[in-house]
Structure formats: structure tokens, C-alpha cells
């Protein structure tokens, strides 16, 4: 298995060396990718997989309706772009190659639109370093609309995702990536969820009618800024979620966003983290540390403009998992523009603004634990809870510019190990729990079922056989490569709770 991983790599690493050498450009009559400038740095580079996404150095495929992007990503080469013209494509995505630029055709105001008909699960899926996704429409996928597993040095932007599923932009596991220019409503649980990534951006995107708008979940280094986050049930949160491989959410900083009327009922899957956000919530810090709040409108929310809890108060039980610190710490509240926030709190706020005799309105909340906080004139706002936060020194954010990167970096080097747990935690956990039905059946039941055999889940996964009448059919997992389809099932027998 690990030399048949090697002579993946090094296939790859060949591939993308010959390509490197050749010029493909002189002989495609279509105009080459913009070559975004975040990325300059190693297009000279021998190594394409520590490529910069967008940066195109070989063969340009175009694709026009009725045929397939799939195939097309099939025969593609890393540093290889892949024109998607208007029209309609009813297919999921599957990239699983380093340095794929996947491109829609703008034409007249003509989109090429990606339609999972309320019947397939994800729309574009890549494991791939430097993949960049541009210009889709996606709609009436029921999972994901773009998702990435471990792959680095992403760049994900000016795509709309339109009531698909329920996670509309879903970097996991991902380094140094840019999220900018999406348009997402619609989507039931986070619509941008930035989810155990490092160094990452998030601007100028809209996000409306979505339970959260922006999540960023489990991640260190993210801006988020300038953008437009309204009538989600949440805005923007930044979550330490306990029960991840990824025990920090850190170093967030939340700025020049307009956050709006995040009113909106909750219409989560019940059970799920966001299930639990109350509507009316604007900002929302969940036991994040070193987050950062600057310069944003936070108007009209009605339960409260900034909400910042641990985990008792937000109702997260965390006691399997002890190693995931339950408070809020080191936040920095500077300069915002609130108002009108708080007029229809829940009834927990409610009971603890009548113990406060606090005036109509709520802007900011700070519930239960969390030491080393900081706030900037608390006077301008209508609060609760902030008497143990200190005044902030005079401080503003002004020279961080981005979270990215100068410099792509390296693909992660994942084990076996870390392979099957991402996997796990990214793909599976969606439909098993431990102990509980979800969609699918307990993983207590599976491995009961499957002690010791592994390779029995492999071949399940691989192509599932429809088995019980009470639940619908496993999707079959083939997209994942056969070396993470093994790490997954030999994973999954090994989860305790
Ligand atoms: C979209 C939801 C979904 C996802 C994602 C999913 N499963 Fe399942 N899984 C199901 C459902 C539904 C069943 C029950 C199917 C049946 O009984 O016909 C099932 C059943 C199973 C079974 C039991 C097979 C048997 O012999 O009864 C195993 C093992 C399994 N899944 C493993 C996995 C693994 C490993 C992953 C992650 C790679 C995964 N599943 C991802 C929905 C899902």
C-alpha cells in the first residue's frame, strides 16, 4: 500500500515535470487563465505540486455542454486548466491532482451551471494542492457544493451556490487558500466553512439566507473581511468545535464586514453544532482564542450583535473530548459600529438582561468562562457580562494585509494514519456517529459487524449494496483513492465514542 502511494506521488511528480517542459500555449485558441497574483513565486518551480493555484503551464481543455468536466480532469495533467463554457452539467467533480485550474466560461452573461438535481451529493470535490475553482454556478447538490480534503494552496472564488446542500465552500484541512467573490445562499448548515485550515482569506463574499454564513471551524491564521454576511441565522462565527483532530481555532480576525439582519429561523439538521445557533445572532465566537473584531457594521441582529461563549453556556458538551480548551480567550474587541442589535433575544439573554436591568437592545454577550479578553470604549454599546474584560491598548490589525502565504507551500505529508481520520471526520461523520443513528447506521453497530475486517468495509465502501430497508443506500466512496478508502476503513474501527 505505502509503495503503491510512492508510485502515486512519483507519477504525478513525473507528469508534472514533463508538462513543465513542453509549452502547451501556443497551440490552445483560447485565452489562458488569469494568473492570479498571489501566487508568483514558483512557476519555475520543478515541484508542481508546491505550485501556486491558477498558475497554468500546460494544456487547456474546453469543455462545451453534453460532454464531461470528469473526463476531462481524467485525462489532465498538473498545470493543465479546464474551461467549463455556458450550459448545464448535472456531475460531481472529482480532483485528485495537484495544480488543476478549474475555469467557467463567462459568456454574455451565460454561466456554466453545475446541477446536482436534488440527486447528487457534491459538486466539486478536490484533494489536490494548488486547485483553483472559478466562475460555477452550483445548485441542488445535497452535500457539498465545493470541498476540499488536504489540499493546499487553494484558491476558491466568483462562484455562486445557490440552495445546494449543506456546505456551499468547504476548504477541510487545507493550507494557505483564498475564499473571495462567492456568492452563497441557501445552505443549510455553514454556507463558507472554513474547517482545520491554516492561513486562509475570506473576502468579499456574500453570504444570505444560510443557517451560518461564515464558519470558520477549528482553524488558526483566517481574515475574514469586507464581506456581506445578512438573513443567515448566524453571520460570521469562529468555533473551537470539541470531537476534531484539530484541537485550535486561533488567530482570527474578523474585519470590515457588514453584518446585517442575521435573522433568519434555524433550519439546521437537527443535532448539528449550528442547530443550536439562535437566529438573530450577528458574531458569534465559540471558544475560540486570539480572535480579533475590528471595524465591522453589526446592525439588526435581534438576539445580539456579538455573541461570545464557552461551551456550557452554548449548550456543547465536550466531555469526550477533554483536550479542546472549553473558553473563549485573548479576544480583542476594537472599534465597531453596532446598533439596533438585541430587540428579541432568546430566552436565556432574556433572563440574563432582566438580572442586569440593562437597557432595551444587546449588542455584545459574553457568557461564561474565558480570561485575557480586551474591549475598546465597552461604553458605546449595550452589553452583558463584559466586567472581567480589561481595556484593550491602543492596538489595530492594520498590518495584517492577508493570512496567506508568500510562497505556496508543500503538500501536507499524511500518514495512513491522518489520512483515515481526515477522511472519517470529513466524510463519513457526516452520515455515522458513534452511538446515534444519523443517516447511516452506528459506527458501534458497523464495527460490531466488522471486527477485524477491514477490508470488508473497504469493498462495502467501494460499492455498497443496498442492505436495509429502513435507511437509503450508501453513496459509493470510489472517488476517494484506494489508498485512503483502505486508511478509512481501517479508521473507522478504531473510533472510541
Ligand atoms: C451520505 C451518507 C453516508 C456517508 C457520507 C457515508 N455513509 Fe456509510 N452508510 C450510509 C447508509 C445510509 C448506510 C446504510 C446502507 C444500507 O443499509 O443499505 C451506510 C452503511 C455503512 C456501512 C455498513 C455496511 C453493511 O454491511 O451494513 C459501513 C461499513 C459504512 N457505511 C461505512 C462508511 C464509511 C467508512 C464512510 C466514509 C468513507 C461512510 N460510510 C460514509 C450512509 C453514508
Not at 139 to 155: E, L, P, R, S
Not at 319 to 337: E, G, H, I, Q, W
Not at 365 to 393: E, M, Q
Amino acid at each position: 500500500m505505502k509503495i503503491a502511494l510512492r508510485l502515486f506521488v512519483l507519477l504525478i511528480t513525473l507528469a508534472g515535470g514533463v508538462y513543465l517542459g513542453k509549452v502547451f500555449f501556443g497551440r490552445s485558441t483560447s485565452i489562458p487563465a488569469p494568473m492570479p497574483n498571489y501566487f508568483k513565486a514558483s512557476s519555475s518551480s520543478a515541484d508542481s505540486s508546491a505550485m501556486g493555484a491558477g498558475v497554468v503551464t500546460g494544456r487547456t481543455f474546453n469543455i462545451k455542454p453534453g460532454q464531461s468536466i470528469q473526463e476531462a480532469v481524467g485525462k489532465a495533467k498538473p498545470g493543465d486548466l479546464i474551461r467549463i463554457f455556458p450550459g448545464v452539467y448535472h456531475e460531481t467533480v472529482y480532483v485528485d491532482k495537484d495544480n488543476i485550474s478549474i475555469q467557467g466560461v463567462i459568456d454574455g452573461g451565460e454561466w456554466p451551471v453545475l446541477d446536482g438535481e436534488k440527486k447528487l451529493n457534491d459538486a466539486v470535490l478536490y484533494s489536490g494542492n494548488g486547485v483553483l475553482v472559478e466562475n460555477l454556478k452550483i445548485t441542488n447538490y445535497k452535500g457539498n457544493g465545493i470541498m476540499g480534503q488536504a489540499g493546499n494552496n487553494y484558491i476558491i472564488r466568483n462562484n455562486w451556490i445557490v440552495g445546494s446542500g449543506v456546505y456551499g465552500i468547504f476548504p477541510q484541512f487545507g493550507k494557505n487558500g483564498l475564499v473571495e467573490r462567492n456568492i452563497l445562499t441557501g445552505i443549510e448548515d455553514a454556507a463558507i466553512y472554513i474547517g482545520m485550515c491554516d492561513n486562509v482569506d475570506v473576502r468579499f463574499n456574500e453570504v444570505y439566507g444560510n443557517v451560518a454564513g461564515i464558519e470558520i471551524e477549528n482553524s488558526r491564521h483566517a481574515l475574514v473581511e469586507f464581506n456581506y454576511a445578512h438573513n443567515n441565522t448566524g453571520g460570521i462565527l469562529a468555533f473551537l468545535t470539541p470531537g476534531l483532530p484539530i484541537k485550535t481555532c486561533a488567530d482570527v480576525i474578523i474585519r470590515n464586514n457588514y453584518v446585517y439582519n442575521n435573522n433568519t429561523k434555524n433550519f439546521g439538521a437537527v443535532g448539528s453544532t449550528v442547530s443550536h445557533i439562535p437566529k438573530g445572532t450577528g458574531v458569534l465566537v465559540m471558544a475560540a482564542d486570539d480572535v480579533t473584531i475590528e471595524n465591522n457594521i453589526i446592525f439588526g441582529n435581534t438576539n445580539s450583535g456579538i455573541t461570545i461563549t464557552d461551551y456550557a453556556f452554548a449548550g456543547i458538551n465536550h466531555a469526550n473530548d477533554p483536550d479542546s480548551d472549553p473558553y473563549p480567550d485573548r479576544l480583542t474587541l476594537l472599534d465597531n459600529f453596532m446598533d439596533n442589535n438585541g430587540t428579541d433575544p432568546i430566552d436565556e439573554v432574556k433572563v440574563l438582561k432582566k438580572a442586569t436591568f440593562a437597557k432595551p437592545g444587546l449588542d455584545i454577550i459574553a457568557a461564561g468562562g474565558g480570561n485575557g479578553n480586551c474591549i475598546v470604549n465597552p461604553d458605546r454599546y449595550i452589553t452583558i457580562g463584559l466586567s472581567k474584560y480589561a481595556s484593550c491598548p491602543p492596538h489595530d490589525t492594520h498590518l495584517v494585509t492577508s493570512y496567506m502565504l508568500d510562497k505556496p507551500v508543500r503538500p501536507r505529508a499524511t500518514t495512513d494514519l491522518e489520512k483515515g481520520k481526515m477522511t472519517y471526520y470529513g466524510v463519513c461523520s457526516g452520515c455515522h456517529s458513534y452511538n446515534t443513528r444519523l443517516i447511516g447506521p452506528p459506527v458501534s453497530v458497523i464495527q460490531a459487524m466488522y471486527k477485524g475486517n477491514a477490508k470488508g468495509i473497504y469493498d462495502f465502501i467501494t460499492k455498497p449494496t443496498h442492505k436495509r430497508d429502513d435507511y437509503p443506500e450508501m453513496p459509493p466512496q470510489n472517488y476517494l483513492s484506494e489508498e485512503t478508502r483502505k486508511a478509512v476503513a481501517d479508521f473507522i474501527l478504531t473510533v472510541q465514542k
